[in-house]
Structure formats: structure tokens, C-alpha cells
């Protein structure tokens, strides 16, 4: 049993390093982070809207004297869960991949506020967003990117405390980051981990991502905060690195018989990950998984907004209820 409790809110994990946890870690419910020494401070992501951004904020000026004027934010990638609060970080040195700063435009929180107002202008795919983020507000948000980018790695100093940036996309997405306190053994990981929950493969290739898990496995790291989901152990990362693992092995027969990557969704045996919270996201990842196959010398750019359509059908398919169906119950 873990000792972290799966708990919305700021989470003390010790020697100045805090993770933000929002249950259920499914759709839109990301994690963030902050690391603090002395009078300076690092924040790890902002979350999906406004209103969750200002609440952490909040949360983490009343027990933290260093988030009171956060220095520096640090992006692990550009999906809007972790970065459509950035603006409320005022004055803060934005830090992010070269990657996560050529995607950032992709995620237009304009386009996702008409599609919450009018979900039918976008068919089933506009329904089921309308699910997933049902949660969040979009109408205010300004699009706020990264001011400074690195490669490879990055070294920062907070306050007396080393902080390293780690380069490891594209995986998940085009760009992805890790952030890693190598004196506390503690790492934050972006989506690079889903932790009791479906990863999704937006962009790949997967097979970079196996071994983006694998470097995690290899670092001298105890307390893992996932994108999503719990606080973590290097047995979480191992069980989604399976999943991936597992999903890469049993699509390839179907590619290699010409099998259609959305029929073959239907045909994989998902054994135990059927069960798994967002088990529809292997829509996604199977898509993903498919360019990597054909291995073409540009690699396709694939528009997000239809792929809800097929999740939603996935998902009907699966027997799983409405995304965030008791949301009105949870105390976000």
C-alpha cells in the first residue's frame, strides 16, 4: 500500500519538494508540482483552467513562503491540462523543450470554449469532449508560452537545491520534459507516467516512450509524480511501460495484415486493461502505433478533435460509464 493518499491538493513530499494532486487523474484532472529552497522557488505545470490554477496557487502560498513569488514555471509539455494557467505565474521565467514550444499552439483553449458552448456543432466528437472537460472554463484563458527552451538537458539552481531538466520527446507528445531532484530522489515525470490510469499516445513514437520508462527505471528516484493519478513508485512505471509494451506486441499482426488501426481496436485483446480507467485511449495510441509501423520519412500530423468521435464509441463499446459522471460529488 502506498504511504501518499490519493487526495486532492498539496502534498509534502519532503526536503522542500510538493507534488498538487487532482483526483481522479482522469480527463483533464492533472498534477503539477513545486520545488522550493530558501526564498526561491520552481512551479511543475499549471493545471486546465483558471479557476484550478488559482486554487493551487493558493493552496501553495499558504504553506509555501517561496511560492509567493514564483521565479521560474517549468512545462513538461504543452497539453493544455498543464499549461492553461500559465498566466496566472506572473513575472516567472517559463522554461520548456524546443518541442513543447513548436505543439504549443496546437491546444487553442478558444477552439475547446466553442466546443463546451456548442458541442453539437461537433457531432459525437464535440459530445463526448463536452464529457471529458466538463469539468473546466476556457472563456479567459490567454495562451501563455514558454520564454526560454532548452535541449537535451538543463541544469537549474533553486536556491541552494540542484533541479535538472531532462529532454525526452517526442513520447507522449512532441515535447516532453522530466524534472528531476536528484539529492531528494524525487522526479516529475509530465505524461510520461499515467499512474492508474490509460496513457494516450497523441504523438509517439511508442517505442521512445518504452524507453523513456526505462530510463526512469534506471534513475536513482523514489518518489515519482505522475501527469496523472497518484503519487507514484518505480512499479507504476513499470506497469505502464507493460501496457505499451503489451499494446505495441499484440497491434503489429493486425497492422501487418492490413487490418484498419480502428478495427483492430476492436479486435485487440485488452485482457486486463479493459478495466483500466480511460481504456477507450487505445483509439489513440493504436493510431499512433500505426505510423510508427509505416516508419514514413515525415512522420503524419493527425487532427485531435475526431479521434473523441471513435473514443466515445470505444467506450460505449467497453460498457464504461460517462467520463467525470459523478463529478457534481467531487469536491473540486
Known amino acids: 500500500m502506498s504511504k501518499w ?7 509534502d513530499l519532503g526536503n522542500g519538494c510538493w507534488a ?15 520545488i ?6 520552481l512551479l511543475v505545470d499549471t493545471l486546465f483552467d483558471l479557476k484550478y490554477t488559482k486554487e493551487m496557487l493558493d493552496a501553495m502560498r499558504a504553506s509555501i513562503p517561496a511560492s509567493e513569488k514564483i521565479g521560474i514555471l517549468v512545462n513538461t509539455h504543452a497539453d493544455g491540462d498543464h499549461t492553461f494557467g500559465n498566466q496566472l505565474v506572473e513575472g516567472a521565467r517559463i522554461i520548456a523543450t524546443e518541442g513543447t514550444v513548436a505543439d504549443f499552439a496546437r491546444f487553442d483553449p478558444a477552439v475547446l470554449d466553442q466546443i463546451m458552448k456548442d458541442p453539437a456543432k461537433y457531432g459525437r466528437a464535440g459530445d ?6 466538463r469539468p473546466f472554463e476556457f472563456s479567459d484563458i490567454v495562451l501563455t508560452p514558454p520564454t526560454e527552451t532548452f535541449k537535451d538537458r538543463m541544469t537549474i539552481k533553486v536556491g541552494d537545491k540542484t533541479v535538472e531538466l531532462i529532454e525526452v520527446g517526442p513520447s507522449h507528445s512532441l515535447g516532453d520534459a522530466l524534472i528531476h531532484v536528484p539529492d531528494d530522489k524525487v522526479i516529475y515525470t509530465g505524461d510520461i507516467l499515467f499512474s492508474e490510469g490509460t496513457p494516450i499516445a497523441w504523438y509517439g513514437p511508442i ?12 534513475m536513482d528516484v523514489e518518489t515519482i509524480v505522475a501527469g496523472h493519478g497518484p503519487i507514484s513508485t518505480k512499479q507504476d512505471v513499470r506497469r505502464m511501460r507493460d501496457y505499451l509494451m503489451d499494446i505495441t506486441e499484440k497491434a503489429r499482426p493486425f497492422y ?14 485488452l485482457g486486463e486493461y479493459r478495466d483500466w480507467n480511460d481504456a477507450e485511449r487505445v483509439i489513440v495510441t493504436l493510431r499512433t502505433l500505426y505510423d510508427d509501423f509505416e516508419g514514413a520519412a515525415e512522420r503524419p500530423v493527425h487532427p485531435p478533435i475526431p479521434f473523441f468521435e471513435h473514443m466515445k464509441d470505444m467506450r460505449e463499446h467497453l460498457g464504461k460509464p460517462p467520463v467525470h459522471c459523478d463529478f457534481c460529488g467531487h469536491e473540486h
Open 128 to 133: 463526448f469532449m463536452a464529457e471529458c472537460f
Open 36 to 41: 522550493a529552497d530558501g526564498e526561491a522557488s
Open 5 to 11: 493518499q490519493f487526495t486532492k491538493g498539496l502534498h
Open 20 to 34: 498538487y494532486l487532482q483526483p481522479d487523474g482522469s480527463w483533464g484532472w492533472s498534477n503539477a508540482g513545486i
Open 207 to 218: 517505442a521512445r516512450w518504452i524507453d523513456v520508462c526505462n530510463l526512469v527505471l534506471e
Open 256 to 269: 501487418e495484415q492490413g487490418i484498419d488501426f480502428l478495427d483492430a481496436a476492436y479486435k485487440i485483446d
